[in-house]
Structures are given as structure tokens and as C-alpha cells.
């Protein structure tokens, strides 16, 4: 026998019981069909007769190949993949999605804030001392001496020119688009773009007003015989019209009060008072207070609220000291002032 079957057999003779090491031994080769990771046992010579030049043989190798542990859940070729849900045949409506729309009804009343009676009263006493910005040049008053048809249509586009917008910019816009006759739908379908954003500058995204001014003309001419729509949805589905617009010209250009019409002063002014607490938006504020005032009260307290907060609860610096309310108001004195800003040059004094 030559000497690879003197090292080799013995070898296999102990390997072929091991339950976990696989060989296979055919002749005078070693064969393995395990992919793993193989480790080297060498060899040495024996005698020398066997090996007549031990210097020139070189040293034979035998690998040992350790088999792979299996995972006993072996993962499913095909990955399955969850159900689909399918929405409710009332979101696949025309217009806008029904999850966006604010239209839901508050279905629990909750507990008036201490007081609120009084410090309406008060802030209605106040109101009657001075006048405000929104008691002339409010969107409400937009295209007054105009026809009601077309005096609703100026105040939808008076609602969509205010956002963002202080109410003398929004009603020198109004005055001359109606200097020029454009405050009704035929006259804005019929006029282009640039023209419109010339005569509504300076108001903020007059460029983006002016393009949804020509799709709601379009849109008032196909659909409704050149009004505006008489219903909230209908409202909402205009370019550019959100829900504080959409409240105030329901409001007032057809009378009927279906929500608080809640802009950034009865936002701020809400929250100051505590007649809300810690709402982060608009839409928010109009949902809590709807929970609980009164719904004759719906209407006229957006200009109440409004005029307050453009003379004596303004956003910066209000007049706290001036104010009737400061006893019941939470937040009264303790509005921080912003930091004032110094002259390029000049330090601070030490």
C-alpha cells in the first residue's frame, strides 16, 4: 500500500462515524460535495525508504469540510404580502377628498371657559370705542353697491386675495379690478393673466391669486351659470378657497351660517384669552370653539375678534395695560416684546 493509503484510511475509518463530518474516499483521492469552509491537515513523511527523496516531495494536504447548520424555518421563497384594504365607496366622490373637507359637526358639547360672557362684553364695549381696519375694508365689504350676484362673486375673490394679506392692500386690489370692471366672471375669464396680477399687486402670491382668480371664473361660468356655489363643498372645490374663506362667504354672501369663520387675529386672540388652549392651527381653533359658543354668536364674532386684534391685542407688543379683560385674561402682561434691533455700528452700553 502506498503511503497516502497508510495516512488516509485510518483517518477515514475514524471520520466515517462522526454524525456530522461527511468524506468520501475513492482510490487515492479525497472528494467532498459540501459547500463550507475548509480546514488544512497536513501530512508528514514516515520512512525513508518509502520516500526515497523527502527533500523534493512536497507535504500532501487533506481537507476536512464542516457542513452548515440549517435554519429549522427556512424562509418561503414567495414573501406574502399583506391585504389590501379597500377605501369606502364615499372617497372615490368627485372634487376634493371628503378627509380633507372640515364638514364634520362637533357631536359633544364641552364645558364653556369661566367668564367668557364677560369678556365678550367687554371686548364688544372696547370695539365700539375705536374703529378697525376690518370695519371698511373687510371682504365683506367688497362690491357692496353691486347687484347680489355680483357682489357675492367680489367676495369670493376679495376671500382668496385676503390670505396673507393686510385688509387695505386687499381692498385697493378690489377697488381697481372694480375700477376696471372686473369683478365678475365673464370679465376675468375674458382677461389675461399678466393684466390681473398688475392690478392686484402688491397682494401676497398675487401671481398664484391671479392664475386660480381665471379658474374660478371658468368654473363659476360652467358650473353655475356665473354665481358662486351655494354650498360649503362647493366652496372648498375652488382653487385658492380654504375653510376660513369658505365660512365667511357662506356667511355673508348667502346667509347662511354653517361654522366660525377663524383667520390668524381670532387664532391668536382665542388662545390668548383661554377660549382655547394649546390649538395649533386655524382649523383646530374653529372645531373647539364650535364645541361649546353659541352658534348665534358664530357669525359676528370673526369682525369682533378680528377688529380686537388689529387695535388693542395686537400680535406684537398688545396694549395689555389699555385693555378692559386684563384681569380674566391668562395671558395678560406676559406676551414678551421681541428683542429690538440694533443700528449697524453701535454696541451695547456695559
Aim: glycine letters at 6%; aromatic letters at 6%; proline letters at 9%.
Amino acid at each position: 500500500m502506498c503511503l497516502l493509503h497508510q495516512q488516509v484510511v485510518p483517518m477515514f475509518i475514524k471520520l466515517q462515524n462522526h454524525p456530522i463530518l461527511l468524506v468520501s474516499f475513492s482510490q487515492t483521492n479525497l472528494t467532498y460535495k459540501m459547500h463550507t469552509k475548509p480546514t488544512s491537515i497536513k501530512s508528514e513523511p514516515t520512512s525513508s525508504h518509502h520516500n526515497p527523496k523527502p527533500e523534493s516531495t512536497s507535504i500532501s494536504e487533506t481537507r476536512v469540510y464542516v457542513r452548515k447548520k440549517r435554519s429549522r424555518n427556512p424562509e418561503p421563497l414567495t414573501k406574502t404580502e399583506k391585504p389590501v384594504i379597500l377605501p369606502d365607496i364615499e372617497e372615490f366622490a368627485y372634487g376634493s377628498p371628503r378627509v380633507n373637507l372640515p364638514l364634520k359637526k362637533p357631536t359633544s358639547k364641552v364645558n364653556p371657559p369661566a367668564n367668557w360672557e364677560k369678556v365678550l362684553e367687554q371686548i364688544r364695549e372696547m370695539r365700539s370705542l375705536q374703529d378697525a381696519p376690518v370695519d371698511s375694508m373687510g371682504c365683506e365689504k367688497a362690491g357692496i353697491s353691486l347687484p347680489p350676484k355680483e357682489q357675492r362673486f367680489a367676495v369670493l375673490i376679495s376671500s382668496l386675495l385676503s390670505s396673507q394679506t393686510k385688509d387695505h392692500i386687499t381692498h385697493g386690489a378690489i377697488k381697481r379690478l372694480q375700477d376696471q370692471n372686473l369683478l365678475k366672471p365673464e370679465a376675468i375669464d375674458t382677461t389675461n393673466e399678466t393684466t390681473l396680477k398688475e392690478l392686484i399687486y402688491p397682494v401676497g402670491f398675487y401671481t398664484r391669486k391671479a392664475a386660480n382668480m381665471v379658474k374660478i371664473a371658468k368654473i363659476c361660468l360652467a358650473k353655475y351659470n356665473g354665481d358662486i356655489p351655494d354650498t360649503l363643498e362647493g366652496l372648498l372645490e375652488l382653487p385658492g378657497i380654504g375653510p376660513k374663506m369658505g365660512h365667511l362667504v357662506m356667511n355673508v354672501g348667502w346667509g347662511n351660517v354653517q361654522g366660525i369663520c377663524v383667520d390668524t387675529h381670532v387664532h391668536r386672540i382665542c388662545n390668548r384669552i383661554g377660549w382655547v388652549v394649546g390649538t395649533r392651527t386655524p382649523e383646530e381653533t374653529r372645531e373647539r370653539l364650535q364645541m361649546w359658543l353659541p352658534k348665534e354668536e358664530w357669525a359676528p364674532v370673526n369682525p369682533l375678534l378680528v377688529g380686537f386684534g388689529q387695535t388693542v391685542c395686537t400680535p406684537l407688543r398688545p396694549s395689555c395695560s389699555l385693555c378692559s379683560v386684563n384681569q380674566l385674561c391668562p395671558s395678560a402682561f406676559r406676551v414678551a416684546s421681541p428683542p429690538k434691533k440694533m443700528l449697524p455700528g453701535k454696541t451695547k452700553r456695559k
